[in-house]
């Protein structure tokens, strides 16, 4: 049985500190701008959320990548090519990030090494991961840059990209995962995701602003931790800023809940 008011969650079963009760996250983190949503890993079951409209589709940035590799994996013998980034505005990274494969790519969130990918995914490819992950397919006629997670045409509720990361955990061992899930470890060491920290598997995302007070951007970051076994999938969002620099707030929120 679960006891919830906002921001705290009482459960029967488990708690991430050992202890029938979290701590309130809502004061340690007080900031409008930031919301999360911490969910038990294995049944999804949500923990603790500040987050209005958990059910309404939003644009979540590079947190499609992975979904995105693996539809062109579908068609390529689960193979991933190996690209040289050298910015040349096709990348965040003005100078480039130099010779990537995908689990640097996912690591560094690369946009150019995901272009060149996502020229060559398919329809019918995609319809399959986001069928078995659950996702909400983008809009007709996407685009490779629709495919990274660049502006607005594809577009998934929390509760649904949080679901679909715990998915992509259960499938460690299907083919192209073990790959994508390598480039999330490393991103937690010294990718994009290092704010976390180490011991987790993180993908970070900026996107376009949904906030009445506009921003250029907001960052989302997902981190499941755990590596050794996830228990916990943890999502934020802060408002106005990349998603390398929500990933420190990502860690602070960490470790404050598990």
Same mark, same amino acid.
């Not at 130099?98 to 969130?109: E, F, K, L, P, Y």
């Not at 995609?126 to 685009?143: E, H, N, Y």
């Given at each position: 049985?679960?006891?919830?008011?906002?921001?705290?969650?009482? $459960? *029967?079963?488990?708690?991430?500190?050992? +202890? %029938?009760? @979290?701590?309130?996250?809502? #004061?340690?983190?007080?900031? /409008?701008? &930031?919301?999360?949503?911490?969910?038990?890993?294995?049944?999804?079951?949500?923990?603790?959320?500040?987050?209005?409209?958990?059910?309404?589709?939003?644009?979540?940035?590079?947190?499609?990548?992975?979904?995105?590799?693996?539809?062109?994996?579908?068609?390529?013998?689960?193979?991933?090519?190996?690209?040289?980034?050298?910015?040349?505005?096709?990348?965040?990274?003005?100078?480039?990030?130099?010779?990537?494969?995908?689990?640097?790519?996912?690591?560094?969130?690369?946009?150019?090494?995901?272009?060149?990918?996502?020229?060559?995914?398919?329809?019918?490819?995609?319809?399959?991961?986001?069928?078995?992950?659950?996702? $909400? *397919?983008?809009?007709?006629?996407?685009? +490779? %840059?629709? @495919?990274?997670?660049?502006? #607005?045409?594809?577009?998934? /509720?929390? &509760?649904?990209?949080?679901?679909?990361?715990?998915?992509?955990?259960?499938?460690?061992?299907?083919?192209?995962?073990?790959?994508?899930?390598?480039?999330?470890?490393?991103?937690?060491?010294?990718?994009?995701?290092?704010?976390?920290?180490?011991?987790?598997?993180?993908?970070?995302?900026?996107?376009?602003?949904?906030?009445?007070?506009?921003?250029?951007?907001?960052?989302?970051?997902?981190?499941?931790?755990?590596?050794?076994?996830?228990?916990?999938?943890?999502?934020?969002?802060?408002?106005?800023?990349?998603?390398?620099?929500?990933?420190?707030?990502?860690?602070?929120?960490?470790?404050?809940?598990?």
């Amino acid at each position: 049985m679960m006891l919830t008011r906002r921001g705290v969650l009482t $459960l *029967a079963a488990a708690a991430p500190l050992g +202890a %029938a009760l @979290l701590p309130d996250p809502d #004061r340690a983190f007080p900031d /409008p701008g &930031v919301s999360y949503l911490l969910t038990d890993r294995a049944s999804n079951r949500e923990i603790c959320s500040r987050w209005a409209h958990l059910m309404d589709p939003v644009p979540v940035g590079s947190l499609v990548k992975p979904f995105t590799a693996l539809a062109y994996a579908e068609t390529h013998e689960f193979q991933f090519p190996v690209f040289t980034c050298a910015g040349d505005g096709r990348c965040w990274l003005p100078q480039g990030h130099g010779r990537m494969q995908i689990s640097t790519a996912i690591a560094h969130s690369c946009n150019a090494y995901f272009l060149e990918l996502a020229a060559d995914v398919t329809e019918e490819a995609l319809a399959v991961v986001v069928q078995r992950f659950g996702l $909400l *397919a983008p809009d007709p006629g996407f685009t +490779a %840059a629709t @495919l990274i997670g660049l502006g #607005r045409s594809w577009q998934i /509720p929390p &509760v649904a990209i949080v679901r679909a990361y715990s998915e992509l955990m259960a499938r460690s061992p299907d083919p192209g995962v073990g790959d994508i899930l390598a480039g999330m470890a490393l991103s937690a060491r010294s990718g994009t995701g290092r704010g976390v920290g180490p011991g987790a598997y993180v993908k970070t995302g900026t996107a376009p602003c949904v906030h009445e007070s506009k921003q250029r951007g907001d960052g989302y970051v997902i981190a499941l931790y755990p590596t050794a076994a996830p228990r916990y999938n943890l999502l934020v969002r802060v408002h106005g800023v990349p998603g390398a620099q929500a990933a420190w707030v990502s860690g602070k929120m960490r470790g404050y809940l598990a």
